[in-house]
């Protein structure tokens, strides 16, 4: 028997904090989904140059797309693909994941096979089949992967968190504890190596909520200075081993100040996401908005404390309400029945959150029209406004960067939308996705489940 493991990682919506999580003073609420991306990894020696590794990346999935990848010490493990294919996210894993294990690499297989598979929310579902076994099923896509519309759920975070679990479990084999999933030390490995794998690829934009959410689940997000990662040394093929260790100090030894304290909905209260079937560029939407911000300060500084006042006032919100549902259940049940059959009678508890979510959209509509960034733009206000008169709905929001991606609502567990917008005109272009909020983040999965998947 070779060398086989499995592993998988959340995506995420990014529910309160979009804007200002990029700046490390701002906490964001960010709720972990059950729609994974998986990585299964084999390993084995062939015949191959001496001292170099292959690693061969498929996502059968998309066309077949696959990526062949040859590395080597002496090259300071940059990749090059053999057919001149480019996955910046790929490629980056590789790069860092083999630099950090720079001195333990000589007894690792020379190829390493991993399969990308991911769930069929991440992308869009048109002209799709699905292929199944007794365990998973996945949609499979008659184009490659750059030419199928995503969701926003955050494929390129889990693709960069599940490849660089099944590339270090790899380089960890012959190390005294191969990686545990359950591991805090080791999830601190791989959460910052695919931090600075995912930073690279994307050109530094993100805060690394997705990232963090992939890794650790449903989190609180504080995020680092951007400096970590854009002060590593670039790859000096004269000096290989300053980048070694240079990320070595980055991965175990410098506090990044980071938060990822676990959180959970409210009991009772779950995730419903809308896909409005559009798409938004997140890039585009924050340069504009960043712009908005300088050329708008002091008063740009204030509509983003009042947001993050409301932001903190969600967030208590839940927290009061998880409370309230060990230490008052009745009371609790009530509350939540307010939302399904409204009798007329207003709870604070409810209310307080209504209003924050109110008034952090106001504010990003405010954004909206002085930046020329379509952040709540006027057809998802229509829209979210359509759904708090929904049974059940407590609040929504247009998560993350905002746009035309997808809206995301908060609404008791029984709410069924689905049968409620049927038919509809004002809900023609929502698709609403099969996701609820995940346990886990990045977590290892039985390699035999995608027997016959590929
Ligand atoms: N299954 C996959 N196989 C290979 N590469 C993938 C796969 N899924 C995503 N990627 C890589 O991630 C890129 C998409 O990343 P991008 O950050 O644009 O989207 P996203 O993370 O889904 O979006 P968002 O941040 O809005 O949620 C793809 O172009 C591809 O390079
Ligand atoms: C605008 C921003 O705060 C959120 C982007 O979220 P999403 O990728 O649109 O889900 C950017 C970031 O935090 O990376």
């Known amino acids: 028997m070779g060398y086989n493991r499995a592993f998988s990682a959340p995506g995420k919506a990014l529910l309160v904090g979009g804007y200002l999580v990029l700046d490390s003073r701002y906490k964001a609420y960010v709720i972990a989904l059950s729609s994974r991306m998986h990585a299964v990894v084999s390993a084995a020696n062939e015949a191959n140059a001496e001292g170099s590794y292959r ?49 333990n690499v000589e007894q690792v297989p020379n190829v390493i096979r991993i399969q990308i598979f991911s769930d069929p929310e991440y992308h869009s579902q048109e002209n799709t089949y699905v292929v199944s076994n007794k365990y998973k099923h996945f949609n499979f896509h008659k184009k490659g992967i750059t030419d199928v519309p995503k969701t926003g759920l955050g494929s390129s975070a889990g693709l960069v968190t599940v490849l660089t679990a099944a590339l270090c ?39 690394g909520f997705d990232v963090a959410a992939a890794t650790y689940g449903s989190i609180l997000y504080n995020r680092f200075a951007p400096d970590l990662v ?21 991965v175990e030894r410098i506090d990044w100040n980071i938060s990822t304290e676990r959180i959970k909905l409210p009991r009772g209260l779950k995730l419903i996401m809308g896909d409005v079937n559009s798409g938004s560029e997140t890039v585009k939407l924050v340069a504009k908005v960043k712009r908005w911000y300088q050329e708008n300060l002091p008063r740009s500084l204030e509509i983003y404390e009042k947001i993050n006042d409301n932001n903190m006032k969600v967030i208590v919100g839940f927290s009061k309400l998880n409370q309230l ?9 009530k509350i939540l029945e307010s939302l399904i059959q409204p009798s007329g009678k207003k709870y604070v508890e409810l209310e307080e959150i209504q209003d924050a979510v109110n008034t952090i959209r106001e504010q990003f509509r405010i954004i909206t029209q002085e930046s020329g960034a379509d952040v709540e733009p006027s057809i998802q206000t229509e829209l979210l406004d359509a759904c708090m008169n929904l049974k059940g709905v407590l609040t929504g929001v247009v998560p993350g960067a905002g746009g035309y ?31 609820k909020q995940a346990d886990l983040g990045l977590m290892e999965e039985d390699y035999l489940h995608y027997k016959g998947l590929e």
């Open 55 to 103: 690693v061969l990346v498929t996502s059968a999935q998309f066309n077949d797309d696959q990526w062949s990848y040859t590395v080597s010490k002496k090259e300071g493990f940059l990749p090059a693909e053999d057919n001149n294919r480019t996955n910046p996210f790929i490629e980056q894993v590789i790069f860092n994941v083999f630099n950090y294990f720079f001195d």
């Open 169 to 207: 479990s790899v380089l960890m084999e012959e190390s005294l504890t191969p990686l545990n999933a359950t591991n805090a030390e080791h999830l601190k490995i791989v959460h910052n190596l695919a931090q600075v794998a995912h930073c690279q690829a994307q050109g530094k934009i993100g805060s």
């Open 230 to 250: 854009s002060d590593l040394p670039k790859m000096n093929p004269k000096h290989i081993r300053q980048y070694h260790r240079a990320l070595v100090a980055l």
């Open 325 to 333: 549902s060990e230490t008052n259940p009745e009371y609790y049940k």
């Open 405 to 435: 991606d997808a809206i995301s609502l908060i609404a008791t567990e029984n709410t069924e939308l689905f049968q409620e917008t049927e038919n509809r005109e004002d809900f023609k272009n929502v698709s609403w996705l099969k996701i």
